[in-house]
């Protein structure tokens, strides 16, 4: 492993510290474009890890919004000419990544603005503009800088204050434009119902990381979101919408967003195939599982149903899964799967912040610019000891793991840090078609080698990924009601009446197209596979082929095929 070195100005971001020549270059166009995008977007750009923006926040208006639009155009036209002049192929792929990231972003900006009314749950935003800094992987000096950021969202540096911001921003554009597509009802009922659990949260990510002199930041903060809270309830509750249905144009957008290119009506003909192909797969399973446990009724509903019953709870969540984790390894080395790294992977518990925020298990991402030797977190919820949590079943850990851990999540990001990568495949490529893609692509490569149970739940994640497939549009263009696909998730997936009620308000409000990513990743990838195999016969390498795709960091599914096809497989022909 090479050690990563913070590197000093803005010319220098890296993803590792010794780079070959093409990745330098790469970057140096990749490090003015980020640069740019960060100072409409300080939150994000503190994420990525640029800390020069680690005090600063977003502002909202109309008049921001046209600004970020002609610096992107700008943007677009700079790189299009060094495209031009470049020799290097990687380069120019790279160059397209960033072309093609701007050019969605600048069509998502319009789209917006021609269709929906701005909305913002400033409660959740500011508790992920906070959290993202105070993280115990940043240095104390870090974390402190918290601080002056909580102090600008509560206008205590001179600026407006976020709650009157996106006050003002949601109102300039009613005023303007009265027909803008409303905010959906229950995500305006839960920006209000969730913002003291926010302020909490807040709370203690300050205490727990003993940063000092808050108080007064926080007091403010508090006591604008709660006339905030007052505002959506007199202004955008009385008229937001009930319906799902949401112009196709804009729901098409946010399938872009998340790196599905495919309209939204093949992805629905595609999904639904995929979803009764799997049921059957697992009815197979569960009359071999149900034969074996000698349960009463086989039916795969049933068989799920008492599986569940097998849990690990409390303080034994936490070594179970690292047992578990060894034994996934030794599959990956015993069946030469793909290459892992010599150290351990990070599993650790949920803090209760985290867990108030995102009670499920995940994978913390480490940041990708001047990372120092940080990586990610397979990050459990234990925290509340909950026996109820999905993360407890034995079963389903087998796939969990596979999943966000190795050879999934963990291990691409990983990869990342490790080998090196330009900062246009970890960053601009970054969507969740392309994440996502590669971690349930991973989750059937151990599927082989699971226990039969642990096979079923494999089945049973794919299935969830498929529905969510044709749900999720369907939903949004108004072709099935929010009852009907609660009813399925629950009946089909066997998704408890809470989680089924999540997905749900996933699909509609919360992250409207990105639940598909999983299933459109999932499949682009495994296509990919199989027509490499096509090519090379009996000269495919599953462990090269895996590995290639990793050291091409988040490509997207067109860029990967086009390196798999361009450098891959002529090695190996």
Not at 10 to 15: H, I, M, N, Q, T
Not at 328 to 337: F, G
Not at 426 to 453: H, K, Q, R, T
Not at 458 to 465: D, E, F, G, V
Request: charged letters at 25%.
């Amino acid at each position: 492993m090479r050690c990563l070195l913070l590197l000093a100005g803005l010319a220098s971001f890296s993803v590792l510290a010794a780079q070959p020549a093409w990745v330098e270059q790469s970057n140096q166009y990749a490090t003015k474009v980020l640069t740019k995008l960060a100072s409409f977007d300080p939150e994000r750009g503190s994420e990525l890890g640029i800390e020069k923006y680690d005090t600063q926040v977003t502002q909202l208006g109309l008049g921001v919004e046209k600004k970020e639009l002609s610096a992107i155009a700008d943007m677009v036209k700079s790189l299009s000419v060094a495209k031009q002049k470049e020799t290097d192929p990687k380069v120019s792929q790279d160059l397209d990544i960033m072309i093609s990231f701007l050019k969605q972003k600048e069509s998502s900006i319009k789209v917006h603005e021609q269709y929906q009314l701005p909305f913002y749950d400033v409660g959740q935003d500011v508790f992920t503009g906070l959290q993202t800094l105070l993280d115990k992987r940043n240095s104390k000096q870090r974390m402190q800088k918290a601080v002056a950021r909580l102090n600008a969202y509560a206008g205590l540096n001179g600026q407006a204050s976020r709650v009157k911001q996106a006050e003002l921003r949601t109102e300039q554009a009613l005023k303007q434009n009265p027909k803008l597509l409303k905010p959906y009802y229950r995500s305006v009922d839960l920006a209000i119902s969730s913002s003291d659990g926010y302020i909490k949260g807040i709370k203690q990510l300050f205490i727990s990381h003993h940063i000092d002199g808050w108080e007064k930041g926080l007091a403010a903060f508090q006591s604008q979101l709660s006339d905030y809270k007052q505002w959506l309830k007199t202004q955008i509750q009385p008229i937001a919408r009930h319906t799902t249905k949401i112009p196709e144009p804009l729901y098409t957008d946010e399938l872009r967003q998340v790196g599905v290119i495919m309209s939204p009506k093949e992805l629905i003909h595609r999904s639904m195939f995929e979803y009764a192909e799997i049921r059957e797969e697992m009815q197979l399973l569960a009359n071999q599982v149900a034969k074996e446990k000698g349960f009463k009724n086989s039916d795969y509903r049933y068989v799920v149903k008492e599986l569940y019953k097998d849990r690990v709870t409390g303080k034994a969540v936490l070594p179970f899964f690292h047992h578990l984790l060894a034994k996934i390894e030794n599959i990956i080395r015993d069946h030469d799967l793909v290459t892992l790294p010599k150290r351990q992977a990070n599993v650790r518990e949920e803090t209760a912040a985290e867990f108030a925020n995102a009670p499920f298990a995940h994978m913390n991402p480490p940041r990708l610019i001047n990372n120092t030797g940080q990586y990610g977190d397979f990050v459990l919820p234990i925290v509340a000891g909950d026996a109820k949590d999905a993360s407890a079943s034995k079963a389903f850990a087998w796939t969990l793991t596979a999943h966000e851990a190795r050879p999934g999540h963990e291990l691409q990001y990983s990869s990342m840090v490790e080998n090196g990568v330009s900062l246009a495949r970890a960053i601009f490529a970054d969507n969740s078609a392309n994440v996502e893609g590669w971690a349930v692509y991973c989750e059937a490569l151990i599927l082989p080698y699971m226990p039969l149970e642990g096979q079923l739940f494999s089945l049973k994640a794919r299935l969830r990924r498929a529905a969510r497939a044709f749900l999720d549009p369907m939903l949004n263009l108004g072709l099935i009601s929010p009852a009907d696909a609660k009813a399925l998730l629950m009946k089909d997936v066997g998704l408890s009446d809470a989680a089924a009620g999540y997905e749900v308000q996933r699909f509609i409000f919360r992250m409207p197209g990105q639940a598909t990513a999983y299933f459109y990743g999932y499949m682009s990838l495994r296509e990919l596979r199989v027509n490499t195999e096509l090519k090379l016969k009996d000269k495919f390498n599953l462990k090269a082929f895996n590995d290639f795709v990793l050291s091409q960091g988040l490509l997207p599914p067109p860029l990967m095929k086009k390196a798999v096809e361009t450098h891959f497989i002529p090695k190996y022909q």
